[in-house]
Structures are given as C-alpha cells and as structure tokens.
C-alpha cells in the first residue's frame, strides 16, 4: 500500500511538473521567439528619405514687365511706348501712330508753329518724325519700359491694336481701378487723400498755354510734351516719379495716377488717370468719357492688361 501512495504521488508530481514544465515552456518559448526576433532597425542618420508629399502646385504668373493684380490679372508695370510689330524699331512718342495721320500732323504743324504763340515758342522746332514712319503703313507694338517718355498722341483704336500686337489686351475699367488703388484699396496709389506732387497730375502751366497762349488750340502739336516749365518737364519718364507707384505683393505699377490718360476697354470712348496737366483730384477714379474711340491728342497714352499665365 506505501508502495502504491508512492506511485501516485510520484505520478501526482510528475503531471504537476509536466504542466509547469509545459507552462515554462511555452512562456519560454514565446520569450525565446521574442528574444530571438531581430528589433525594428531605427533609421539612418543621413540615410534615404520616404516619399515626400506632393509639391503645391505652382501659381499663375505674369510676364517680367507686368505686375500681379488680386491674384487674378496682370497689368504693365509703365505706360507704354510703341514699336514697329514688324521691325521693332521705335515710332516716334510725339506723332500718331499711322503713317497718314504722322506725315499730315508733321506738315500742318511745320506751318502751324510759326503763327501761335510768343517768340519763343515759335522758335521751338518740331521733333524729328523718322522717315520710314512717312514711307510705308506699320501697326503699333506696346512695350512697357522703365525711364523712357511714354508714347501720347494715340486714339482708343490704336491702342487696343497696339496690346494685342503684345499679346494682351486694354484693361476693363474695374481691372484698372483696382491696379490703380493697390493691396490697400486706397484712392490714390500712395494714400486715401490727394496729396500735391505725389503723382505727376494737376501741375503748375499747361502745355497748349505755354505753346499757344490758349489752353484749349492744337492738342495735336507735336512739341506738347518736350514742354518744360522753370526748367523741368511736364511729361516725366516712365517710373521717374517714385511715389506714384501702386503697389501688389513685392511689386509696384508706375504713373496710374498722371503722367498721360490711359485708355481702357470701352468702343464708346473712355480714358482714366488724368494726365500732367490735367486738373484732378479724383486719382484713380478720375475719368474722362467726352470723346470716341478715335480721338487722340498728346495726352493719350496706353497702358495694357493680360490674363495670368499658367507656369511652364
């Protein structure tokens, strides 16, 4: 019977070590595979990158000689002068864009100087009108520079021929109030009130009384703008008056205020700034809409707007 109990208990104890044995086991062979099972490496210093995310992408643009506008449109940053579309050389910014209108501007005014006028202004000569601009018919090119005298004398017409030669376009009137009064949405490209001499408008003598003695006879003279007064000139190079710039983003448009009216995109006829002489102090609402789309004296200049273009 002791013999017996032995073996019970013997057998008792052996199913009670198996068990713990296989319980060691397997809690043993789980911490042998996990001790066994090589760590996640941490990764390289200088070693390869993952994918990065997408690039965003790139926004419209202008090109170099144009301003961003609100995101949405792009203006020239100075009033234009005109090239030959074909040739490119530079018609003159002192007789009308056409070779009829030129030569007859040019034969009129030849005469016409020596009976208006004190003796110093009929003294005054002509500008030189180049010959080939006498010899064969051309089309008008704009081209926004920075320190040149812009190019007057130019009808609604000529103008908007004149950008889409560029490949752009006149601007509407909300686009060009909008670039006139910059991020800040003021009136004027330098404040919310008009300040004298900021912009190059209202000045102190008007070119036709200097030349003529009579403020409203023969706009279409070609000396108007070679006028100067106490020895500086009323039609400044483009950019020349600092303050009158408008500003977007980094950049800044010149001269939207004074200088020469701008057409816009009206066929009825409509130009906008005022120019040198003109006797406003609207700023960027200032608006002239008393003459057609062909009318042109030497305060009409051009200036030319374009849709953003989409990044190479």
């Not at 500008?127 to 005298?149: H, N, T």
């Not at 009318?295 to 200036?303: I, L, Q």
Request: hydrophobic share 35%; aromatic share 8%.
């Amino acid at each position: 019977m002791i013999a017996i109990a032995v073996a019970v208990l013997a057998g008792c104890r052996s199913e009670r070590d198996r068990g713990a044995a296989d319980a060691g086991a397997a809690d043993g062979g789980a911490g042998a595979a996990d001790a066994g099972a090589p760590e996640a490496a941490p990764p390289l210093v200088g070693g390869p990158e993952g994918p990065r995310p997408p690039a965003p992408p790139a926004e419209p643009r202008c090109p170099p000689e144009m301003v961003r506008v609100a995101r949405r449109f792009c203006v020239d940053r100075y009033e234009a002068v005109l090239l030959d579309r074909e040739t490119g050389l530079e018609i003159s910014a002192f007789y009308p864009p056409s070779r009829q209108a030129a030569a007859s501007v040019e034969r009129i005014w030849s005469k016409m100087r020596l009976q208006l006028g004190d003796a110093e202004a009929r003294q005054m000569e002509l500008p030189l009108l180049p010959g080939w601009q006498k010899q064969r018919e051309f089309e008008p090119r704009a081209v926004s520079r920075r320190g040149v005298l812009p190019q007057g004398y130019t009808t609604g017409a000529q103008a908007e021929l004149a950008c889409r030669n560029a490949g752009k376009r006149l601007c509407a009137l909300d686009e060009w109030r909008t670039a006139c009064r910059g991020e800040r949405d003021e009136q004027f490209p330098y404040g919310p009130t008009y300040a004298d001499g900021k912009c190059n408008v209202f000045r102190e003598a008007h070119p036709a009384a200097v030349l003529h003695r009579d403020v409203t006879l023969g706009h279409s003279d070609p000396r108007l703008n070679l006028v100067r007064v106490a020895g500086a000139p009323l039609l400044r190079r483009t950019g020349e008056t600092a303050a009158c710039a408008s500003a977007w983003e980094d950049d800044a448009i010149a001269d939207m205020v004074g200088n020469l009216d701008e057409w816009i995109d009206d066929p009825e006829g409509t130009f906008v700034g005022g120019f040198y002489a003109r006797a406003t102090r609207e700023g960027c609402m200032a608006r002239v809409t008393s003459h057609d789309f062909t009318y042109y004296d030497y305060s009409t200049g051009v200036r030319c707007c374009a849709d953003l273009r989409a990044p190479p």
